[in-house]
């Protein structure tokens, strides 16, 4: 009679030991999402500063599409360039986001091929440009030029190449800002979504500051990019497209107008 009641306690046991087996068998696949550890809200934060490792629309983004498939994103903040070493030469980072084909070739190009990174579609489009506290300044009177350390420009090589022309690069967005309303420089390199958020949220302007739309801008998309998993690149692609309501609503939370 012992026996029996043994058999059947392990009996009653053995559909639990198999769905915590199943459960393990189907736990999230581990991937580490090198991102830069800037303020460039609202698109993303991974300065640390706020007590968070990495937070705004590209982290809510990221986590939604991992939740479609059972993945599990680490963030991995670093700094510019140093995090395109990361991806390409040591591959210490999964995918990269952002990037894109236009920013960094040649820098890319010195740690590997650039055919073996692999580009998503665009999350987003920013429109980046000149900001700044003169309403119709023109090129030539942008004697002194901040930027985020790291930015390409497309439009504004020449003007960053400039012998004449005093270039700064700052670690973050807020500093960039305040450079601009200390008229430490005339004219800054910004996203209009980047300035108009910050601005609204965290200075209380005494003058207004003006994002030249007659002056040339560039139009960066953000994509998603990876060199050892172009199959998790592809099904990026294909979140974006079904599950478009929920990101236009993602945008809308965020002010993102593109």
């Known amino acids: 009679m012992n026996q029996f009641i043994k058999i059947t306690t392990q009996l009653m046991y053995l559909p639990l030991a198999l769905l915590i087996f199943i459960t393990d068998a189907k736990s999230a696949t581990h991937y580490v999402v090198g991102v830069e550890n800037i303020e460039y809200l609202p698109y993303f934060d991974g300065s640390g500063t706020n007590g968070a490792d990495y937070y705004g ?61 692999i580009y998503s579609q665009p999350t987003v489009v920013t429109k980046t440009g000149i900001a700044s506290l003169n309403k119709n300044i023109t090129i030539d009177e942008c004697v002194s030029f901040a930027t985020v350390r790291g930015f390409t420009s497309q439009s504004f090589k020449p003007l960053m190449n400039n012998e004449n022309v005093e270039l700064i690069e700052t670690a973050n967005v807020m500093e960039l800002i305040e450079m601009l309303l200390k008229e430490r420089v005339e004219c800054i390199y910004i996203s209009n979504d980047v300035l108009n958020y910050n601005i609204v949220k965290y200075f209380k302007l005494t003058r207004p500051v003006y994002f030249q739309n007659e002056l040339p801008t560039d139009l960066q998309a953000f994509l998603l990019s990876s060199i050892d998993y172009p199959e998790v690149v592809e099904q990026f692609d294909t979140f974006l497209l079904s599950h478009k309501v929920q990101i236009s609503k993602l945008k809308r939370e965020y002010q993102i107008k593109n």
């Open 57 to 117: 629309f590209s982290e809510e983004l990221l986590t939604l599409f991992a939740q479609q498939h059972d993945f599990e994103f680490e963030f991995y903040t670093l700094p510019i360039n140093r995090l395109y070493k990361e991806f390409i030469d040591h591959h210490h980072v999964d995918f990269k986001y952002p990037d894109n084909p236009q920013w960094k070739p040649s820098y890319k190009a010195s740690f590997g091929d650039l055919n073996e990174i």
